[in-house]
């Protein structure tokens, strides 16, 4: 779909008001009048203006799509990350497209909680990690921006992988996930900026 084809207002962000990425993403969704949907589950520390806890079917929903993306992703002790982990899969069924922030890591890397990366294919570090896995599972179109290589990716279902963008990619549905580590660097921010400044300013 063209995203001329409707306004910045008709478009929602679908994220998780956490600090970092999903800030960033917020902040910006503002500045162009596109509306966020922010999802949490049963927390008092999430009081963003745009806080939307989510049904108790979606909740546990996640928590199977949490386990089926980690039988991919191989981690250990997620059930203790469980409410905010399940939480993610709000944000990706209720997207089209998927707009991450963070690191692309692949089999035998040290992921930043220090163990070895069990994933056979690439896949991205820390909790955005199952948003990401959640997405791909779900033939979604999926975009990373890489702090470490400063590029952004897309997810090839041909090849198994994540590709190298020569352009920063655009909003294109109606419904996208705004999402990334809590770790954002100044390059990971100027990332999203870029996305808006590409979508509604080229």
Known sequence: ??????QPNEITC???????????WELFCLVYNIKVKAYSHKTKSHKGSNKVEISEDDYNEGIEKIKKANK????????????????NWAQVKYSEEIFAIGNIVKEG???????????????????????VQMGILSGKTVYVFDQKKLNWYKWSYILDDFIKLKDVPKIQTKNF?????????????KAIED????????
Request: hydrophobic residues 35%.
């Open 1 to 6: 779909m063209d995203i001329f084809k409707f």
């Open 14 to 24: 679908h994220s998780g008001g956490a600090a970092g990425a999903d800030t960033i």
């Open 72 to 87: 991919l992703l191989g981690r250990k002790n997620i059930d203790k990350y469980m409410d905010l982990l399940a939480r």
């Open 109 to 131: 890397d040290i992921s930043k909680s220090g163990y070895p990366v069990k994933s056979k294919s690439p896949s991205v570090d820390g909790g955005t990690g199952y948003a």
């Open 177 to 189: 996930a705004g999402i990334g580590t809590r770790e954002l660097s100044k390059e990971g921010e």
């Open 195 to 202: 996305v808006f400044l590409n979508t509604f300013e080229k």
